[in-house]
């Protein structure tokens, strides 16, 4: 009996052990669906005497469904990255387009500047003209002077007075002047009157004094310049700044008479108007317009046996255009030469290249960063635009209104609003040498622009706020060697 009841309580507590160590699996087999497995440990077996069971397959299964994800999800990494690149690249894109229109508006925004600058200028000259004429209107008329009775005739000097009482010098101080107008020529400062003393005043200006030697038909040193002369002013605000000129050397089927220009303002300036001769450019009918193939910087251009030389736009590019055949028959940077803005005159205007002709031929005018601003001369091929040879002055160009070449020699002008300003200085490229001049020049619209030696005529062509213009010069003898 005791020996029974022992074996009961053995087994009570072998069943207790079992069922606190049974337990309940609950998970999904390899084809995905739920699975329950209830296990209970052997109390006799240590170990089983196969691997596998269903702990193992679920295992399996869970592991399967988590390489399939994680394969899903490096394949999304994938895309996700190919994706990124694809926006890194737009943006990229983006930028590089925000880039280019920020540039064009700052350029517009400097230029629009500019043109606040120019118009301020003029209001404020418009407003001292307005008080001039005020000033002129409230100003009280002189008193008229009593009329002088008849005097007896002059018979010493032979001549008779004309009937009515005139005086004998009337009909010289009414005549016409040569240009047939009518208008009285009396000088107000000089009121012919009784006879008895009257002093003459007069403004002298100090020029070179001629010695015998000078001429219009050598190569010598410039002596002086002649008043200026106006042959046009232009329609429109796009002829503010402009240059005008006649090719020394024409060719067919232009003739040497033709005279052509370029008005300068405007972002797309590449129209080329030609005049048969000097009346046709007075009464503003051209008889060819021309369209250039690249656009014009400033007011550099130039003409020489057929074709025109001029600077393309924002590029230090010297472009030869042919006439005849109305294409571009030459193309070539200039050596390290500064464009758009960097080395201009004093006036501005992007006139860092200033090309012309003289008896010695092709030249340009600009300045280079070795040169730090200082004006250099090269003589260029007018075939090729090769550079053939260099002359580095001391001379500041943007110190400088502008320059023109006659003989070789480079001569620079002062000041272009000045009316009355001087040519201040001349280099000699053939002998490597600069000197100090005074020879006086007018700037009659008081915004000269271009100046050029037009070696057709002989003459310096000039565009002066608007108007054309030119200056009859002289020469003195060349030196003999």
Same mark, same amino acid.
């Given at each position: 009996? $005791? ?34 497995? $209830? ?49 890194? +690249? ?47 209107? @409230? ?133 080329? $108007? ?41 590029? +230090? ?13 030459? +193309? ?69 209104? @502008? ?62 706020? $608007? ?15």
């Amino acid at each position: 009996m $005791f020996l029974l009841l022992s074996l009961c309580m053995c087994g009570l507590l072998l069943q207790g052990d079992a069922q606190d160590r049974a337990a309940l699996w609950r998970g999904n087999d390899r084809s995905g669906r739920c699975q329950y497995t $209830f296990t209970v440990p052997s109390p006799v077996e240590a170990s089983c005497p196969q691997t596998g069971g269903p702990e193992m397959e679920g295992l399996k299964a869970r592991l399967s469904l988590l390489e399939a994800l994680v394969s899903r999800l490096t394949g999304g990494d994938t895309a996700g990255s190919q994706g990124a690149g694809a926006r890194a +690249r737009a943006q990229s894109g983006l930028q590089e387009a925000l880039n280019r229109v920020t540039g064009e508006r700052n350029l517009l925004q400097g230029e629009k500047e500019r043109l606040e600058k120019e118009l301020e200028g003029l209001q404020r000259r418009m407003e001292e003209m307005r008080r001039e004429t005020e000033r002129l209107r @409230n100003r009280p008329c002189p008193p008229q002077t009593p009329m002088v009775p008849p005097s007896p005739p002059l018979q010493d000097s032979g001549l008779t007075r004309p009937a009515g009482g005139s005086n004998p010098m009337s009909h010289l101080m009414t005549r016409p002047n040569r240009q047939g107008d009518s208008s009285s020529l009396r000088d107000s400062a000089w009121q012919y009157g009784p006879p008895g003393f009257q002093e003459l005043k007069a403004e002298v200006t100090e020029v070179p004094a001629p010695d015998g030697s000078e001429d219009n038909t050598g190569c010598g040193e410039l002596v002086s310049v002649g008043e200026p002369v106006t042959h046009r002013k232009a329609d429109n605000i796009a002829g503010k700044y402009g240059v005008w000129m006649q090719d020394p050397e024409a060719v067919s089927p232009y003739g040497p008479n033709m005279v052509w220009r370029i008005d300068t303002i405007g972002s797309d300036v590449r129209q080329l $108007f030609g005049y048969d001769d000097m009346d046709q450019l007075a009464k503003g009918f051209p008889s060819k317009v021309l369209i250039l193939p690249e656009l014009v910087e400033s007011t550099g251009a130039t003409l020489y046996r057929g074709s025109l030389y001029y600077q393309r736009r924002r590029s +230090r590019s010297i472009i030869r255009f042919d006439l005849a055949s109305e294409t571009t028959a030459a +193309r070539r940077d200039l050596p390290h030469a500064g464009f758009h803005g960097q080395y201009p005159y004093s006036w501005g205007g992007y006139t860092d290249i200033d090309l012309s002709v003289d008896e010695k031929g092709l030249w340009a005018v600009y300045s280079t960063s070795k040169a730090k601003g200082a004006i250099v001369i090269s003589q260029l091929d007018p075939h090729s635009l090769e550079v053939k040879r260099s002359w580095e002055t001391n001379i500041r160009k943007n110190s400088v209104a @502008n320059s023109f070449i006659i003989c070789g020699k480079l001569y620079t002008v002062a000041s272009y609003t000045a009316p009355d300003t001087i040519i201040n200085y001349v280099y000699d490229t053939e002998t490597s040498q600069g000197k100090s001049v005074f020879i006086p020049f007018k700037n009659k619209y008081r915004y000269n622009s271009m100046i050029d030696y037009n070696l057709a005529q002989r003459k310096l062509f000039a565009w002066d706020n $608007f108007h054309m213009v030119s200056y009859d010069i002289r020469l003195g003898r060349q030196q003999a060697n």
